[in-house]
């Protein structure tokens, strides 16, 4: 019996978890080869992972083809007792059994609760003698009231302490409606210009209304005014400098799509978009490997089945791949298997060595090949793909010439 991966182990694997449901909505059961792909992607080409994804895919294959309404339970059971946390299992399991037309086991229906007489029944019922006994405090009020009107005779009010009526209060002065101020005092002020001199009105210090003072009218002698300079000058903004601007030919600008991101800044370098023609759709994440050479690179790309060999003279050829599960991972006959320098195997390691020419210009491989799901991007006229984690660095492989490029 096998023990399920630990936490960390399943951390890692969980990731394609989705992918692998995917697989199974549309085709059943997925291959060998698709588990080993996505795999290499995740870098998790190794046991247990190998093992433990495969009986993950087991799972979800047979609650799918599974006939019992409760199938989708079982498969969220044994999902967690694998490690899979349980609102992923849940998901996983609801995903691979909602469209079989196969019914899952539901929840108990809640009894329904007895119904009671209508709202407007028990409204008439309580209502009815609540309206009666506020009628009738409002009859006994009134009543009582008209009583006491007629009984009380008028009298004067008597000051309990001195016997006396109450003085009647005296009426409030009302506020005058505008403040009075006294006359504002005119003085003349010579304004010093060619003009007459202005008599300008200015209003005194308000006093008591008997010591108010007379207008009186007095010539003042203008002022000395010196000119100071403007030490405040008006502050204007700099002015922007435009930035470059890529201008592409008039016939690319009606393209109906634009490159993603990552490929956008090589597509519009001189020469690349005459050559590569305008992008079809948007980029699609497609399951490759990278291996790098003395002399260049080989690059694989499932959704093709084909292997790219790009020298660094800017040169490249196209291969069809041919190997396919069981058949050996290393196709050297003549060279022995080393991990330094490593020796490619499997589809690219095939090509590398049955291939003529190609060991001989591509040198020895300096790093094993490295499997991700990248971004790939169709022109009319080639592809382009990126490298990196995340993938920053684009390359640009032409149909026509059998050449490529990197940015």
């Known amino acids: 019996m096998s023990q399920p991966l630990s936490p960390e182990q399943v951390a890692h694997l969980l990731p394609l978890l989705p992918e692998v449901v995917g697989l199974i909505v549309p085709g059943g059961h997925p291959s060998a080869n698709e588990l080993e792909m996505l795999l290499l ?10 093992s433990e994804l495969q009986r993950w895919a087991s799972i979800l294959t047979a609650a799918r083809a599974s006939t019992e309404s409760s199938r989708r339970d079982l498969a969220q059971r044994a999902l967690v007792m694998r490690g ?3 609102a992923d299992a849940a998901q996983a399991a609801d995903a691979v059994t909602r469209d079989t037309g196969v019914p899952v086991a539901a929840a108990p229906a809640e009894p329904s609760r007895r119904a009671g007489p209508p709202w407007w029944w028990i409204s008439l019922v309580t209502g009815i003698p609540l ?10 009020a009134n009543r009582q009231r008209t009583a006491s009107t007629t009984a009380v005779q008028p009298t004067a009010l008597v000051n ?41 009105a200015v209003a005194a210090p308000t006093q008591p209304p008997t010591a108010a003072p007379a207008a009186t009218s007095t010539r003042v002698p203008a002022p000395t005014r010196t000119a100071t300079p403007n030490v405040s000058p008006t502050l204007r903004p700099p002015t922007r400098t435009p930035g470059p601007t890529t201008t592409l030919p008039a016939a690319l600008a009606d393209c109906p799509s634009r490159p993603g991101l990552i490929f956008g ?6 020469g690349v978009f005459a ?4 992008p079809i759709g948007s980029p699609q994440n497609v399951v490759t490997a990278v291996e790098e050479f003395e002399h260049g690179y080989m690059f ?9 060999a790009m020298y ?50 591509l040198g020895q491989a300096t790093s094993d090949e490295a499997g991700y799901i990248r971004p790939i991007q169709q022109f009319d006229r080639g592809f382009m793909f990126a490298t990196g984690d995340p993938p920053n660095q684009p390359y640009a492989i032409y149909d026509n010439s059998q050449h490529w490029l990197k940015g």
């Open 131 to 140: 309206l009666l006994a506020v009628g009738a405090i409002i009859f006994l």
């Open 300 to 308: 694989y790309r499932q959704d093709k089945g084909l292997i790219y």
């Open 312 to 361: 660094n003279d800017g040169t490249s050829q196209v291969f069809e791949d041919t190997w396919h599960d069981g058949d050996p991972e290393y196709s050297c006959t003549d060279v022995s298997r080393s991990k330094t320098p490593p020796t490619p195997r499997r589809g690219i390691g095939k090509v590398w060595c049955i291939e003529p020419g190609v060991r001989d210009k």
């Open 275 to 278: 050559d590569m023609g305008c």
């Open 41 to 50: 992607g995740s870098g998790l080409d190794a046991e247990p992972y190998r």
């Open 84 to 86: 899979v946390p349980a």
């Open 265 to 270: 800044n090589l597509w519009v370098l001189p």
């Open 160 to 200: 309990p302490v001195i016997g006396q009526p109450y003085p009647i209060p005296p009426t409030a002065t009302r506020p005058p409606t505008q403040a009075a101020y006294p006359a504002p005092t005119t003085v003349a002020v010579a304004v010093p210009s060619t003009l007459p001199p202005t008599t300008v």
